[in-house]
Structure formats: C-alpha cells, structure tokens
C-alpha cells in the first residue's frame, strides 16, 4: 500500500486508430468523472471520442496526477517517452493483442482504477536510455527510449559491419543485419526474437543482441546498465537506420557514431500487487501450454 497524494487530475491517452469501440474510453471518461475526478485529453485522444481538447500531449503531461494508456504497446512507449523523467505514475490498459507493458485487460478496468484511485498499488521504476548520434563529431540527434535502440540495414543492402565500444573499451566488430540495444523492458520485443534472453524489468542491466550475425559466435549478452556504448557505423552504405522503440527512425551514415547511456530519468509505472511479471510471461508466451 503506497501512501500517495489524492489523485484529482487524470490523463487519457488512447489510440487514435479506431481499431476497437470507443466506448470503452467514453464509459471509463465518464466512471471517473463520477469518481470526481477531472480528466485531461489530448487532442488526439478527444478527437477519437467526438470531444474537443486544446493541450497536445506534452501539455496533459503537466497537469495530471496519473495517465492512464488506452492501446497497445506502441501506445504506450510513444507515451512513455513523453512521460520519461516525471513523476506522474502511468499505468497501461491492454486494448490491442499482446501488450507486455500494458498489463491491465478490459476487463479489469474498473477494479483496477478503483484500488489504484484508493492507493493500493506499488510502483516499479522502469529504466529509460539516452542515446544521441554523432557526425563529425557533432550531435545530430538525441532521443530517450524505453525499449530498445536498434541499427540495422535495408531492405536491399548488403551486411554491415558496427565497430562497438564499450566504456572506450573495443569490445568487437559485429559483422550482421544490425544490433538491437535493449533495456530489461524490451527483452521481451526486438531483443527476443533475435535470440536475446528475457530479462527480469527491474535488474541494473543491458543486452547487445546482433542481428543475423555473419559468425555464429556472436551471441547476446548481458552487460551493466552504468557503461557507456558507443556503435560506429563501419560500412560505407547509405541505407543503414537507427530505430527508437519501433517508432523513430534515424538516418546512420558512414562514420556516424551512436552513443548511448543509461538516462536518469525514468517512468512509474503502476503494478497491481497479485499481477507478478512471471504470470504476465506465461500468459503472453503461452508458456505451459500443450
């Protein structure tokens, strides 16, 4: 049981793609109003539901006390990444198939708002990285991610090769389609299905997952969340990107260098005590089942 300031303003963001009825948004709108409770759209999200809203995301940020996430996954690292840093706790309602960071079902909406609104929860701290690119020497871009960082190759290029440093430290040149750099959260997306293992959310640590590797030695591993990596583009093709949680591309160049740190700030996100990440993993890798 937390003890937690009274939760008096609420965001709601939600998918802007009417893949599900937008009902549920609209009812659960109106059980939180009877709850007394304000609540804050962005314009996105009132667009969906027919209302009219002024702030942009960024805005509801400032103003809430929790958000809540209507989606998928995509949903909420897009939220995530705006949330990053803040200490609005965020909790992820599962609208879409899979969802890993949006836990809680339809059907448990309501049950659940109604012990998170009385303070019966706990939060986790999720990690968040900051990574930046260098050309030259000088800082083209720079971006926080929840879930992983990857470099990989076009459609039609042939492999490259990403010279890695590790606290200035040569670690080794990978020879593949790309690499994946992902947090304990994203250990169950990218990272996965390249062969990374699945690591528990809350450990201090990193996974380097190649892609493709050319020599087959060239596995995942496992490194402390408090080194410094830096990826050098070592191949001179132009169609190499970079990808921020699924959702921001980057352009790489030849000599490009792609540094990234653990972040100091990070997102709250709301756990239900009897929901424990072991239950999550079986029920969404249908672990057991025959």
């Known amino acids: 049981m937390n003890i937690v300031p009274v939760m008096k303003k609420v965001g709601i963001i939600a998918k802007t793609q009417r893949t599900y009825p937008i009902n549920i948004v609209i009812d659960l709108v109106e059980w939180l109003r009877k709850q007394k409770i304000e609540v804050i759209f962005d314009i996105e999200t009132a667009d969906t539901i027919g209302l009219k809203s002024n702030y942009n995301r960024t805005d509801v940020i400032s103003m809430i006390d929790l958000l809540i996430v209507l989606g998928g996954d995509g949903t909420f690292l897009s939220a995530a990444r705006l949330i990053g840093g803040k ?12 969802g890993f960071l949006t836990e809680v079902t339809r059907e448990e909406i309501y049950p659940v708002l109604d012990r998170v609104l009385k303070g019966d929860f706990e939060i986790e701290d999720r990690m968040m990285l900051d990574i930046k690119v260098l050309r030259e020497g000088e800082k083209i871009a720079g971006h926080k991610v929840l879930n992983d960082v990857v470099v990989n190759k076009g459609a039609l290029a042939r492999i490259i090769d990403l010279d890695v440093k590790i606290n ?8 593949s389609d790309g690499l994946i750099i992902s947090t304990p959260t994203g250990s169950t ?20 997952a190649p892609i493709c590797p050319f020599n087959l030695t060239n ?13 050098q583009l070592a191949t001179d093709y132009e169609d190499v990107h970079i990808t921020l949680d699924g959702q921001v591309g980057l352009g790489m160049k030849y000599k490009d260098v792609l540094e990234i ?28 089942e025959r």
Request: charged share 20%; glycine share 8%; no cysteine.
């Open 87 to 98: 200490s609005v706790p965020i909790i992820g309602v599962n609208l879409g198939s899979l």
């Open 168 to 175: 200035n430290q040569f670690v080794t040149s990978y020879r």
């Open 189 to 208: 997306a990218y990272s996965l299905a390249a062969g990374g293992p699945i690591v528990y959310p809350s450990l201090h640590a990193l996974i380097l």
């Open 219 to 231: 596995r995942p591993i496992i490194i402390p969340d408090s080194v410094s990596i830096e990826i």
């Open 261 to 288: 740190k653990r972040s100091q700030e990070g997102i709250k996100m709301i756990k239900i005590s009897e929901k424990n990440h072991y239950e999550i993993l079986r029920k969404k890798l249908k672990w057991g």
